[in-house]
């Protein structure tokens, strides 16, 4: 009855066309930052205005010729998103998965079915996550805390001219508070079921007349799900959770045409492995593994292995950025960065005491980043050209692995060099039509090398070199003030690279080829009166050679196969926006449709055929949240709302078989709040995943070994109780 009724709800939001996820409308804002991005300002309650920087100039988001939701800080904290995992509860074509190593900290993202499903260095995220212009080119550590951010937008679809490397899929941007020269104090702790407890500070100050600065902490700490059964002793808990983290901001303005920002943020994160569930489906399969090895509980896990439980994630970054108005009509902006992650984790794949397969693991990733973008705008055209470079080095050790019960080493190292050079202008046709478009020319080089005691040794290295063109094309036509139209051609590109872990020794340890998008789409945003406003998108996105992966347990080990499909398509529709029923009831929602398939494999290719839908690609989303806002006569103002999810049933591989199906899931929250202005304090009563939803997250089909490896949801029913002070 409770899933029936969620998904009926769910399934209106085609009605109501909700939520602009671009922010609830009364609370949407934006303030220049460094692309990709949405730029926002504070909106007044039922204000609908929004700037964006999407691409990499400031407009209004009806203007902008892109799928684009966004979200302020305030709106992730009432719809229950603490992290970028929580996120695929509001976006549209949204897939946030955390396989990686058994490491909470690791974010996997895929948009409109693309992204990729590993963590190891030899591998690209397939969608980009950026902090404040800087791109973060792993996905361990991607699972950021959204305590105390100004807002996060997403752009769906593929982002190669002006976004940066790998957004094949789309981009990420989190964007944080920046100092200004108003003094402002703001203290935000909860304490809730399974001792989650997490505070967090924001504090902004004016040295000077002409330089500010800000401080950000947070921590969060919670209570694991269950215990490991076979390690008597160990006290973290499965799904623990230990994290602390900060930002210190310093923006210097000299001049009114000039500004410089310093930002230095880092991370201390120690966890539980993530949770497992192991089921058997080939009880002659050669890793012995029975049903009455497993732990009888599934929150339980059955490692005997000591390195397994305890995981943790560093992450320590630095940005420099100068912005420079040059004169009434040009700006120079330069952003220069340096960030180092490391992290230890591990998975034990048959979950039990018996020693068949166990991986612990650390790694590390340093990498460098340089931009320069020059803007324009002249009367009826506007322009922005610059120059990119990214440079990262990193690796990942398993040196002390265990597989058929034999010890084994693990290693591989890779350094990567990209830089690009594009240039994006838009022209107003008429004083209602604009076209837009622009080039991109990127240079990837990778240099590899792996080492594996049983089938790769001694160690092989690897030199590839790739370069592409990539374009975008764009006319957007205003219906009237409030509403637009717009149609779009993108061309987008992802580099080759190198099979993630090559047990099939060096003849298996060679490239696969670039990916190439080329993705149609036409859309309908803005706003009907003062009743609605939305945001709407029909898209059909062709892929040549779209690297797709394919595990498997062999008598080598565990062997990922990356391979290029040959041709895959995606075709679907997304719409979102903010119904206002009366003064004080409102809806929000979002629903998505994508379906996608490979269309054409390539000679060679291993345990992917035609018709296959890639890995992690759900055909339907949706959310829906309705919303009371009661002012009080005090002045006070009184909040409720409940907000469902729903994604429909994926796999967890491209290879698609009944052994890695992934079932449907249903998730609800609720938040009440009283805001009390002349106080400023804000109340709060709130419960996440309340219904207690557990689901697979990433699902591994192992069948000669005999099971199936599933990773699960982390986000356990929570209640509990919040209070936000700013002084």
Same mark, same amino acid.
């Given at each position: 009855?409770?899933?029936?009724?969620?998904?009926?709800?769910?399934?209106?939001?085609?009605?109501?066309?909700?939520?602009?996820?671009?922010?609830?409308?009364?609370?949407?804002?934006?303030?220049?930052?460094?692309?990709?991005?949405?730029?926002?300002?504070?909106?007044?309650? +039922?204000?609908?205005?929004?700037?964006?920087?999407?691409?990499?100039?400031?407009?209004?988001?009806?203007?902008?010729?892109?799928?684009?939701?966004?979200?302020?800080?305030?709106?992730?904290?009432?719809?229950?998103?603490?992290?970028?995992?929580?996120?695929?509860?509001?976006?549209?074509?949204?897939?946030?998965?955390?396989?990686?190593?058994?490491?909470?900290?690791?974010?996997?993202?895929?948009?409109?079915?693309?992204?990729?499903?590993?963590?190891?260095?030899?591998?690209?995220?397939?969608?980009?996550?950026?902090?404040?212009?800087?791109?973060?080119?792993?996905?361990?550590?991607?699972?950021?805390?959204?305590?105390?951010?100004?807002?996060?937008?997403?752009?769906?679809?593929?982002?190669?001219?002006?976004?940066?490397?790998?957004?094949?899929?789309?981009?990420?941007?989190?964007?944080?508070?920046?100092?200004?020269?108003?003094?402002?104090?703001?203290?935000?702790?909860?304490?809730?079921?399974?001792?989650?407890?997490?505070?967090?500070?924001?504090?902004?100050?004016?040295?000077?007349?002409?330089?500010?600065?800000?401080?950000?902490?947070?921590?969060?700490?919670?209570? +694991?799900?269950?215990?490991?059964?076979?390690?008597?002793?160990?006290?973290?808990?499965?799904?623990?959770?230990?994290?602390?983290?900060?930002?210190?901001?310093?923006?210097?303005?000299?001049?009114?045409?000039?500004?410089?920002?310093?930002?230095?943020?880092?991370?201390?994160?120690?966890?539980?492995?993530?949770?497992?569930?192991?089921?058997?489906?080939?009880?002659?399969?050669?890793?012995?593994?029975?049903?009455?090895?497993?732990?009888?509980?599934?929150?339980?896990?059955?490692?005997?292995?000591?390195?397994?439980?305890?995981?943790?994630?560093?992450?320590?970054?630095?940005?420099?950025?100068?912005?420079?108005?040059?004169?009434?009509?040009?700006?120079?902006?330069?952003?220069?960065?340096?960030?180092?992650?490391?992290?230890?984790?591990?998975?034990?794949?048959?979950?039990?005491?018996?020693?068949?397969?166990?991986?612990?693991?650390?790694?590390?990733?340093?990498?460098?980043?340089?931009?320069?973008?020059?803007?324009?705008?002249?009367?009826?055209?506007?322009?922005?050209?610059?120059?990119?470079?990214?440079?990262?080095?990193?690796?990942?050790?398993?040196?002390?692995?265990?597989?058929?019960?034999?010890?084994?080493?693990?290693?591989?190292?890779?350094?990567?060099?990209?830089?690009?050079?594009?240039?994006?202008?838009?022209?107003?046709?008429?004083?209602?039509?604009?076209?837009?478009?622009?080039?991109?020319?990127?240079?990837?080089?990778?240099?590899?090398?792996?080492?594996?005691?049983?089938?790769?040794?001694?160690?092989?290295?690897?030199?590839?070199?790739?370069?592409?063109?990539?374009?975008?094309?764009?006319?957007?036509?205003?219906?009237?003030?409030?509403?637009?139209?717009?149609?779009?051609?993108?061309?987008?590109?992802?580099?080759?690279?190198?099979?993630?872990?090559?047990?099939?020794?060096?003849?298996?340890?060679?490239?696969?080829?670039?990916?190439?998008?080329?993705?149609?789409?036409?859309?309908?945003?803005?706003?009907?009166?003062?009743?609605?406003?939305?945001?709407?998108?029909?898209?059909?996105?062709?892929?040549?050679?779209?690297?797709?992966?394919?595990?498997?347990?062999?008598?080598?080990?565990?062997?990922?196969?990356?391979?290029?499909?040959?041709?895959?398509?995606?075709?679907?529709?997304?719409?979102?926006?903010?119904?206002?029923?009366?003064?004080?009831?409102?809806?929000?929602?979002?629903?998505?449709?994508?379906?996608?398939?490979?269309?054409?494999?390539?000679?060679?290719?291993?345990?992917?055929?035609?018709?296959?839908?890639?890995?992690?690609?759900?055909?339907?989303?949706?959310?829906?949240?309705?919303?009371?806002?009661?002012?009080?006569?005090?002045?006070?103002?009184?909040?409720?709302?409940?907000?469902?999810?729903?994604?429909?049933?994926?796999?967890?591989?491209?290879?698609?078989?009944?052994?890695?199906?992934?079932?449907?899931?249903?998730?609800?929250?609720?938040?009440?709040?009283?805001?009390?202005?002349?106080?400023?304090?804000?109340?709060?009563?709130?419960?996440?995943?309340?219904?207690?939803?557990?689901?697979?997250?990433?699902?591994?089909?192992?069948?000669?070994?005999?099971?199936?490896?599933?990773?699960?949801?982390?986000?356990?029913?929570?209640?509990?109780?919040?209070?936000?002070?700013?002084?």
């Amino acid at each position: 009855m409770r899933k029936s009724w969620i998904f009926s709800s769910a399934s209106m939001a085609s009605i109501f066309l909700s939520i602009s996820s671009q922010a609830s409308a009364r609370d949407a804002a934006v303030d220049a930052q460094a692309a990709p991005a949405l730029d926002s300002a504070p909106a007044a309650p +039922g204000g609908n205005d929004i700037v964006v920087t999407a691409r990499k100039r400031k407009e209004s988001i009806i203007d902008t010729p892109l799928a684009v939701s966004a979200f302020t800080g305030d709106t992730l904290r009432e719809r229950g998103v603490p992290s970028i995992h929580e996120l695929d509860t509001l976006v549209p074509s949204l897939t946030v998965s955390n396989f990686g190593a058994g490491n909470v900290s690791d974010a996997t993202l895929f948009i409109r079915g693309i992204g990729t499903a590993d963590h190891l260095i030899l591998t690209d995220p397939g969608v980009g996550v950026y902090v404040d212009g800087v791109y973060l080119g792993r996905s361990m550590g991607a699972n950021l805390d959204l305590a105390n951010v100004d807002h996060v937008e997403v752009l769906r679809g593929p982002q190669g001219t002006l976004s940066g490397r790998n957004t094949l899929g789309g981009a990420v941007n989190v964007v944080t508070h920046e100092p200004d020269d108003k003094e402002h104090y703001e203290f935000t702790g909860s304490i809730a079921t399974r001792m989650m407890t997490t505070a967090s500070f924001y504090g902004n100050t004016p040295i000077t007349d002409t330089l500010a600065v800000s401080l950000t902490g947070s921590y969060q700490h919670r209570n +694991g799900i269950g215990s490991f059964i076979n390690l008597p002793g160990e006290t973290t808990g499965v799904g623990q959770i230990d994290k602390f983290g900060g930002r210190f901001a310093a923006k210097w303005t000299p001049s009114n045409t000039v500004s410089v920002l310093l930002a230095v943020d880092g991370s201390d994160g120690h966890y539980g492995m993530s949770p497992m569930k192991n089921t058997i489906i080939n009880p002659a399969g050669f890793s012995g593994l029975t049903q009455a090895a497993l732990p009888a509980s599934e929150n339980d896990n059955g490692t005997e292995n000591r390195e397994i439980p305890r995981t943790s994630s560093r992450d320590l970054g630095v940005s420099l950025t100068s912005t420079i108005r040059l004169d009434d009509h040009l700006s120079l902006k330069v952003i220069g960065s340096e960030r180092y992650s490391a992290y230890n984790g591990g998975l034990d794949d048959d979950n039990s005491a018996i020693g068949f397969s166990e991986y612990p693991e650390t790694g590390y990733a340093r990498q460098y980043t340089a931009e320069g973008t020059l803007s324009g705008e002249y009367g009826r055209f506007n322009f922005v050209a610059g120059g990119y470079f990214f440079h990262e080095t990193g690796d990942a050790n398993q040196p002390d692995y265990v597989y058929l019960n034999s010890p084994g080493n693990f290693y591989i190292h890779q350094k990567t060099r990209s830089y690009a050079f594009y240039a994006h202008g838009g022209y107003k046709l008429t004083d209602r039509l604009t076209l837009s478009g622009g080039l991109r020319y990127t240079d990837d080089h990778k240099n590899a090398y792996a080492y594996i005691a049983c089938c790769l040794s001694p160690g092989v290295t690897r030199d590839n070199s790739w370069n592409a063109v990539t374009w975008d094309a764009a006319l957007d036509y205003k219906l009237n003030h409030d509403l637009a139209a717009y149609a779009t051609v993108q061309r987008g590109y992802e580099s080759g690279g190198y099979p993630a872990r090559p047990y099939g020794g060096a003849a298996q340890f060679v490239a696969y080829n670039p990916t190439y998008a080329t993705n149609y789409e036409v859309g309908l945003k803005g706003k009907v009166g003062s009743l609605l406003t939305f945001s709407s998108a029909l898209f059909y996105t062709q892929y040549k050679d779209l690297a797709l992966q394919y595990s498997q347990t062999t008598s080598s080990g565990y062997l990922t196969i990356t391979a290029n499909a040959g041709r895959s398509r995606t075709w679907g529709a997304e719409l979102e926006g903010t119904l206002k029923l009366t003064d004080i009831l409102s809806v929000t929602s979002s629903v998505s449709y994508n379906n996608a398939e490979v269309t054409q494999v390539d000679a060679g290719v291993v345990g992917i055929v035609k018709g296959d839908i890639p890995q992690l690609t759900p055909r339907w989303t949706a959310a829906l949240g309705p919303q009371l806002r009661i002012p009080l006569a005090s002045g006070s103002i009184l909040t409720a709302r409940i907000d469902q999810s729903y994604r429909s049933s994926m796999y967890g591989q491209s290879s698609n078989n009944g052994w890695n199906y992934i079932k449907p899931r249903y998730l609800t929250n609720f938040d009440i709040s009283l805001r009390l202005p002349r106080k400023q304090v804000t109340l709060s009563i709130y419960g996440t995943n309340i219904f207690n939803e557990v689901y697979d997250t990433a699902r591994i089909d192992q069948y000669d070994a005999g099971f199936i490896e599933a990773i699960r949801s982390n986000d356990r029913s929570e209640f509990g109780a919040r209070i936000k002070k700013a002084f």
